[in-house]
């Protein structure tokens, strides 16, 4: 960072929706020398990694590992399931709803993503939750969901480069009857292959062990703490973002545990507020998406991401803030945001 030489990018406090910051335990491990992925140690640490994404997905079933981001999950999850002139009704709730309503159209799917048509008989239930897993709950046996799709750069911790994908019993069924064209994506050779511990293909075997570690540390911390931690994160942003006058666009009672999205107030320009608190102070935040571009900034609080961070993030947002001429106060915000976390404890 030009203003701050002992600071570089690698020490910013990232505070976005992905990738998220990745513990050093993790690093560590990915830093591994490589192994052959075709030999016995590496069997047993796609073994054991499938078995710890098992309670991730709440599934009884093995989540496959694919070398690709989150997108690349969504695209086996439609390749899988459906043929051209499926019917399918895209429910979408922001920006990467369309990007999957996008994929099945790419496919040759009849798409609709207005009107809501429910109790299709026999309809499959597919689910980005690429950022959503490991943040808020998600029981993917227990809710009768077909496919459902994470990615390794949110609630993970690892760098981008895998998605999981968990296949309900229908799913598999339907896989047979499905005719959308497929290779790389092809889920069939991935269960193939992992009743052997191996990829069809080369994984990224640097970032299996990072998920090893991360598994791990999930494990450690405990899947309930893990989606109250969160919860606790979503109140402290939300709380103290709002004395410092940005209110969330989401009401309460659907707020997300993994991204906090803001009304930027008039008057104020967006891509300045984050130029400010980037430069000047260290903290990166992502702006809005397609209709809300400069209208919002999103606040990613999942995965790796402490209460000290939140209210690192609070207090630096309010001092630039600040900056660019606004009164607000960012110690009131602050005690604001500690004890929204300590209201969830
Ligand atoms: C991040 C994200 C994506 C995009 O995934 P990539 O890893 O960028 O391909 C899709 N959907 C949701 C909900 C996401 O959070």
Redesign the pocket.
Known sequence: MASDPVQSAEDMILLI??PTPVPGRVLRAQSRRMINHRCPAFHELLQRVTAGLKPCFRTAGDPLLLTA????G?EAALVNTLSPGDRVLAVST?A?GK?FADIAAAYGAEVSRLDVEWGLPGALVLV?????LLATALEHDAWGLDVTVA?S??AFMIP?GL?FVAMSDRAWEASKRARMPRFYFDLEPARTSLAKGENPWTPAVSLVYALDEALAMIAEEGHEAMLARHLRLRDGVRAGCRVLGLEPLAADSCASPAVTALRVPDGLDEPQVRARLRGRYGVEIAGGQGHLKGKIVRIGHLGWVSETNVLQGVALLGQALRDLGRPVDPAAAVAAAEAATRGNA
């Open positions: 929706p992905g981001s989150g997108t690349g969504l922001g990467f990007r980005d939750a690429i950022s959503g990615g750069q949110k981008p998605s």
